[in-house]
DNA sequence: GATGAAAAGCCCTTAAC
DNA sequence: GTTAAGGGCTTTTCATC
């Protein structure tokens, strides 16, 4: 595939600003016509570069406002991918990140309170193979667009 | 402000799976008209509800292959807009969380190669405030829209 | 306070080059 | 990569409940 050129890198950042930017306004960004921005983008998404465009909501205002981490060791017979699978199984679960070192894994949490949260450790820690554990609560984050 | 209703919480949950869904679009699947989704839609955004609209680039896929979390200790006269102030002077830092416990925050950063994340981290150790540092590497990672 | 209808203008998309 | 054109979408205004 064609690698990408700096007229790409700089769609990218446009549309990482703000993902409902019209594809006229790009053009004007970067002087070419809208339908050569319109091929690119299309592009972008086809090749995976661009995953796909959602809107970024504030959980923490809509209906969980307690974010936390939580760090987990499993027994050695666990594979990466049964880790993972705390993602698809727990609704609380943004992320699952499998990892080098100390813990094997870390688990980015979103609960609407404290016994909730309590709840979904208690669920962590009930899940075969994991061993151990350690909550970190999160005071305040930021992230986004910049 | 008036609260949620049950049709801003599915719009919210068709653009977070596709952030540029068309308002005639969004009208047809709540029953409302194109204004007053726009209206909505618009409101969602004012209120904060919506952070705002974003293309999903994948920075594995196009130059940051590396993904790590560095935990960080901060001496006690650091302020948590201190810490999270990283987010704004580092690029390669995604995210910051500012944490209860341990560690004062953790920082979810995403780099090129191990000389980048040295010099990252090198970066992290010498800002102001900065008495040490954990960091973790990244294996593999699950998030985004299930 | 929120909605629907209508209209003008802009945008998207396709086709042709 | 460009231009041109049709159709669709967005956005504003205004009347309504």
Same mark, same amino acid.
């Given at each position: 595939?064609?690698? /990408?050129?700096?007229?790409?890198?700089?769609? /990218?950042?446009?549309?990482?600003?703000?993902?409902?930017? %019209?594809?006229?306004?790009?053009?004007?960004?970067?002087?070419?016509?809208? *339908?050569?921005?319109?091929?690119?983008?299309?592009?972008?998404?086809?090749?995976?570069?661009?995953?796909?465009? %959602?809107?970024?909501?504030?959980?923490?205002? /809509?209906?969980? *406002?307690?974010?936390?981490?939580?760090?987990?060791?499993?027994?050695?017979?666990?594979? *990466?991918?049964?880790?993972?699978?705390?993602?698809?199984?727990?609704?609380?679960?943004?992320?699952?990140?499998? /990892?080098?070192?100390?813990?094997?894994?870390?688990?980015?949490?979103?609960?609407?309170?404290?016994?909730?949260?309590?709840?979904?450790?208690?669920?962590?820690?009930?899940?075969?193979?994991?061993?151990?554990?350690? %909550?970190?609560?999160?005071?305040?984050?930021?992230?986004?667009?910049?």
């Amino acid at each position: 595939m064609t690698p /990408l050129d700096d007229v790409d890198r700089k769609l /990218l950042a446009l549309l990482e600003a703000d993902g409902r930017r %019209t594809f006229a306004d790009l053009a004007g960004e970067v002087a070419l016509s809208q *339908p050569a921005v319109k091929r690119r983008v299309d592009r972008l998404v086809a090749v995976g570069v661009i995953i796909g465009f %959602t809107a970024v909501v504030d959980r923490a205002r /809509l209906d969980r *406002p307690l974010e936390a981490f939580c760090e987990l060791r499993f027994q050695g017979t666990t594979s *990466p991918e049964d880790m993972e699978a705390l993602r698809r199984d727990l609704p609380e679960v943004e992320a699952v990140y499998v /990892l080098a070192g100390d813990f094997d894994a870390l688990c980015h949490l979103r609960v609407r309170d404290m016994a909730h949260l309590r709840e979904v450790v208690a669920r962590l820690r009930a899940t075969t193979g994991v061993v151990g554990t350690k %909550t970190l609560m999160v005071m305040s984050s930021v992230r986004g667009p910049r």
